[in-house]
C-alpha cells in the first residue's frame, strides 16, 4: 500500500484555496476513482492522466487508484489538477521521493500525449502559492501570467516528463525571472482632441480627481462619449497592488493580461443590450461581470436611458460596497467591483429638448427610466450643450489643456485625499465625512436649503459634500469654502431637468 501527497489550488472567485490531492494505491482488481467533490471534467481527469503517463513512458499502476481532493466540501473543475494527480500517482508508485513535493504547488491540464496546457486562473494560484513560500510549476502557456508576481519562484514546464525529470534533479527546470513593468503609460489619444466644453473638461478633471461617478447629458453628437474615452488619460495609474487585483479577475476568466499595460486602467463599455448577469456577473459556476472587470478602471454606459430599468438597479448595490456577491444552489463566489461609473445620454428620446419632436410627458417618461435610487449614487450631473457656431474656426484657441497638464491636478489632488484619509473622497463615510469635510454653519444652511429645493436625498446631500472636497482639493485648500460648494451645486444638471419637466 502506498500514499502520495502532492498540493494544488481550486479557483473560488479571484481566489485558490489549497487543494490537497491525495493518492492510494492499493491491491485489488484495477480501478481509477477520484473523490473530493469532483464535477464531470475533473473526473475525466482519469483518462487524460492514464494516457499522459502512458504515452509519456511511465507504467500505469495495475492497481486500485483512489485520488481524493481535499477539502472535500470545497468544488472542484477543470483539468487544473491533471499534473498533480499524474505527478501523485508517481510518487505513490515509488518513482519519486515524498519529500520532494513538500515545497511545490502543480498546476495544468494534461493532453493524452502528456503535454501540459494552460488553465485560467493562474495568477491567483501562484501569489496564493508566494504568500505560503512555496515554489510554482506552471505549464509555459501561462508563465507570463506567473512571472507577474513579484518575488514568487515560477518554474514552467511543456511536458509531463519535465515535472518528472525536475523533481528527481536530474534535469532542472529554470526559475523564470519577474516581468519588467513599464513605470509610465502612454495613450493614443488626448484630452486636447476634444473640441471646446470646457465646462465639462472640467467636470471630467473632478470626477478624475475624487473617483466621482458622473452622468452627462446632452444632444447626440456633442463629444460626450469622446469625453468619456478620455478620462483614462487623466487617471493617475494604477498601484502594484491594485494592478494585481485586477489581472486576477481578468486571469479568472481566461483573459490575457498584457505586461506592457500593467498599470493602465481598464475602460469598459457594455452595449445598452446587456443582461443583469453580463453586468454583475453569474451563471451556474459564477464568473465575473463587467462591473468587476472595470475594478479599479471606468465602466462607461453610453445611451444610458436604453438599458433596461431593472439592469440598471442592479449596479446600485456594487456601486455601494465595491464588490458583488453571486450566490447559487451549490456555490458561492465574490468578485471586487470597485469601479468608477461614467454614463452618458440624450435628454429626450428624440435627441434634443428643443427640436419639437417630443412632448413633454414623452420626455419624462423617458427620463423616468433612470430610478431615483440610481441617479442618488452619481455625484456629478452635468449638460454637455451643443458648439456655438464659428468655433471651429478657432480650433487652437478652444483646445485647452492636454491630459498631461490636467492629470499632473489630478495626481496632486489624489496624493493629498490618500495622505488624509488614506482613500479617494468618493469612498469617504458619513464619518469620515464629519470627520474631514466640516462645513462653517453659514454653508451648511446653505446646502440645506439647496438640497430641500431640489428635492435630493441625504444620500445626494453627502455626495455634494464629497465633490466638493475633491474642488478644494484641486484648488489646493485645507477647507471646504462656499464657492467649492456653490460649484459642487451646479454638476446636478438632471435634477435640475427633471425637476422643471415635471413641474
Known sequence: MSLAKVHSRACIGVNAPLVQIEVHLANGLPAFNVVGLPEASVREARDRVRSALINSSFEFPAKRITVNLAPADLPKEGGRFDVAIAIGIIVASGQIPVEQLDDYELLGE???????????????????????????????????EARLVDGAEVLSARRLVDVFHHLIGQKTLPIEPPIVIPQEVHYSFDMQDVVGQSAAKRALEIAAAGEHNMLMTGPPGTGKTMLANRLLSILPMMTDDEALETAAIYSVCGKPVDPQNWRQRHFRSPHHTSSAVALVGGGSVPRPGEVSLAHNGVLFLDELAEFDRRVLDVLREPLES??????????????????????????????????????????????????????????????????????????????????????????????????????????????????????????????????????????????????????ADLDNHDNIQHQHLAQALSYRAFDRLLAQMAG
Do not use: W
Not at 468578485?335 to 461614467?342: D, E, T, V, Y
Not at 487652437?396 to 495622505?419: D, K, N, T, Y
Open 322 to 471: 465595491g464588490s458583488v456577491c453571486i450566490s447559487r444552489a451549490a456555490r458561492q463566489a465574490q468578485f471586487p467591483a470597485r469601479f468608477q461609473l461614467i454614463a452618458a445620454m440624450n435628454p429626450s428620446p428624440t435627441g434634443a429638448i428643443d427640436d419639437g419632436r417630443s412632448t413633454g410627458d414623452q420626455i419624462l417618461r423617458y427620463l423616468n427610466r433612470i430610478s431615483g435610487p440610481f441617479l442618488d449614487r452619481i455625484d456629478l450631473q452635468i449638460d454637455v450643450p451643443k458648439l456655438p457656431q464659428g468655433c471651429f474656426n478657432e480650433q487652437v484657441a478652444e483646445r485647452g489643456e492636454s491630459s498631461e497638464q490636467i492629470r499632473q491636478r489630478v495626481e496632486r489632488a489624489r496624493r493629498m485625499q490618500l495622505a488624509r484619509a488614506n482613500k479617494t473622497n468618493a469612498q469617504l463615510s458619513n464619518q469620515e465625512l464629519e470627520r474631514y469635510c466640516p462645513l462653517l454653519a453659514e454653508d451648511q444652511r446653505f446646502l440645506q436649503n439647496a438640497v430641500e429645493k431640489l428635492g435630493l436625498s441625504i444620500r445626494s446631500y453627502h455626495r455634494i459634500i464629497k465633490v466638493a472636497r475633491t474642488i
Open 110 to 144: 494534461l493532453g493524452l500525449d502528456g503535454t501540459i496546457r494552460g488553465v485560467n486562473g493562474v495568477l491567483p494560484f501562484t501569489y496564493a502559492a508566494f504568500k505560503e513560500h512555496k515554489r510554482v510549476i506552471v505549464p509555459t502557456e501561462n508563465v507570463q
